[in-house]
Structure formats: C-alpha cells, structure tokens
C-alpha cells in the first residue's frame, strides 16, 4: 500500500462512508462538521485502506492496457498455469489500526510499508494456511504520523468450503 | 455523543444491525470506494466459474467498515484510537449483520481516559463473522 501521495478528498471520503452505508453527517458536510467535536470533515476509521487507489502497480486494480483477470468474453482474462487442481485463493485475515493524529480533506499522506511477519498452519476449511503481515505507517504533510496500519493476508491452498 | 466514564461499566453492551440484506451493488460501491477490484467480490462469472465459490462475496474490509459504523455511533467522532478485527467467516449478498461493542475495561493512561471494547460482528444465521477489539477516548 506504499505510496508518496494520497490526497484525502472530501468526495472520496463521501463515497467511501456511502460504501459502508454510513450516513453521519461528518463524513460529507463540512458545515454539519464544523459543531462536531474534530470540527471538520473525518474519514471514516477504515478509509486508509483506500490508498489502494493511488500506490502504483496495486495488483487489484486493472491496468490499461494489459489483460484483467476478471470475465470479459471469458470468464477470465489471464489464463493460468495447470495448478495441479489447487484452486487456492488469497484472503484477507486481520486489519488493525492505531490512530495517532486526525486527518481530513485537504492533507495529503504519505504511506511507507515496513516488513511483517510469515508463519503457516493447517487450516479445517482451506488447507494448508500460509499468513503474511505487512505493516504501513501513514504520515501527513507535515511528517506527523496519523494511523498506523498492520494487515495479515493468507493464502488457502483449496477453496475455503 | 462521547462516552463518560461515570456511565460506564464493565460488561455494558451496544449493538446495531450494520446492514440489512447486504446488495451486491453495495459490495460494488465498496470496490469502487476502496479501489480493491478484485472480482472475487463483482464478477459473478469469474468468481462462479474460475475460482469455484457459489457467488460473489463481501470485502473483509467492507464487513470491518460496516462494524466501525457501529463504533463511531458508539464512541462518538474521533475518538478511537485503536480497532482491530479478524475475518473469521466470509459475507455473503443477501447476508444482514448486527455488530455489538462490549465494554471489557476502563482505564486511564497518561492521563487519558480509555474505554477498551471486544467486538463482534453476526451474520442472520447467529455465526461470527467479524472478531476484534478497539480503544477509544472518553469523557471523565
């Protein structure tokens, strides 16, 4: 999720809140927002994660120009490698957050990944279960870091039933 | 409105349902929110097809975004300092989730006054799909 320039925009909030069907007043009307206790408009405690938008080469997101793994004609466009019947997919595993300092529109973060951990383990829906942390600091404008984020992603070495 | 430490106790429960018959145009919103496109959770024909699950389902991040708003309800804007959550079970279209905060301490440090939560997230069916903790600041 690294990046050197994430704009916060007070329409990505919106739509981000609207996602996740939160309709509080803070997250899109600056005036509502000022006789609440930040006094602006704040994202919502997860909208980090939507600096997805904007770190280059983010590998769930298409790319101009180069085959999409998603149906078009077929039902995908990557043709992949015999896996040997595996079938295995990625997945998220845990989030957590600290928030250090506030953030709303008009900062612009910067995020710097730092490297985590690795373990695996038998899982009783997926297989073998193969975990891999990675650990993303944000920063504002000013050097000052805001939220700290911690994701644990594992693959399955079948379809989780 | 924050939360005080003199209307608080340990074992003090809040709940909310965080969504009624999840839509998958609302997994799509979130997709286009977050900018995690993975088909797994748009394209029917991919997900059915290609990577074997019976339809699409929900970012994990959409199930943690929908209990935060029970959070934030909870513990006022800003307030947080700490949320944290396993995706124990996946969530599916259609699937409505009630999300509940327990408080499990009430403390101070440097000064501050904290509420510590446990969290839990159920789908319709009562089956756990969201687990985590959070922090938040509170009033004395």
């Known amino acids: 999720m690294a990046t050197d320039h994430f704009p916060i925009e007070a329409g990505h909030i919106m739509l981000f809140a609207r996602s996740i069907g939160d309709d509080n007043p803070i997250y899109h009307d600056a005036n509502a927002a ?11 405690p997860t909208f980090v994660q939507a600096s997805a938008q904007f770190t280059d080469g983010y590998v769930l997101r298409p790319v101009v120009g180069e085959p999409w793994f998603g149906s078009g004609k077929e039902p995908t466009g990557v043709k992949r490698e015999s896996s040997g019947g595996g079938g295995g997919t990625g997945f998220h595993a845990e989030q957590h957050y ?43 404008q000013d050097g000052v870091l805001v939220v700290t984020a911690r994701s644990v992603g594992v693959q399955t070495s079948r379809v989780v039933e | 409105m924050p939360l005080s430490k003199a209307n608080l106790s340990v074992g003090d429960q809040h709940s909310e349902q965080v969504v009624d018959n999840l ?17 797994l959770h748009t394209d029917e024909i991919f ?29 006022g804007d800003g307030r947080l300092t700490n949320y944290g959550v396993r995706f124990v079970s996946q969530v599916w279209p259609g699937d ?31 089956a756990e799909v969201v687990k985590g903790t959070a922090t938040a600041r509170i009033d004395d």
Not at chain 2, 98 to 116: C, H, K, M, P, W
Request: overall charge negative; cysteine-free; charged content about 20%.
């Open chain 2, 23 to 39: 839509t998958r145009t609302q997994i799509i919103q979130y997709a286009g929110a977050s900018g995690d496109y993975n088909p």
């Open chain 2, 96 to 126: 409505s989730l009630t999300a509940t905060a327990t408080v499990e301490d009430i403390r101070e440090e440097d000064g501050v006054s904290l509420v510590d939560l446990s969290v839990s997230t159920i789908n319709q069916d009562g």
């Open chain 1, 98 to 140: 600290e928030y250090h300092a506030p953030i709303q529109p008009g900062d612009v973060l910067k995020a710097v990944d730092k490297p985590g951990n690795s373990w695996s383990r038998e899982g009783r829906r997926g297989g073998t279960l193969k975990f891999n942390e990675s650990i993303t600091e944000y920063y504002n």
């Open chain 2, 47 to 75: 997900t059915t097809k290609v990577a074997g699950y019976p339809t699409v389902f929900a970012h994990g991040m959409l199930s943690m975004g929908l209990t935060g708003k029970m959070l934030t309800n909870y513990v």
């Open chain 1, 34 to 44: 000022t006789g609440t206790e930040p006094g602006h408009v704040i994202p919502p």
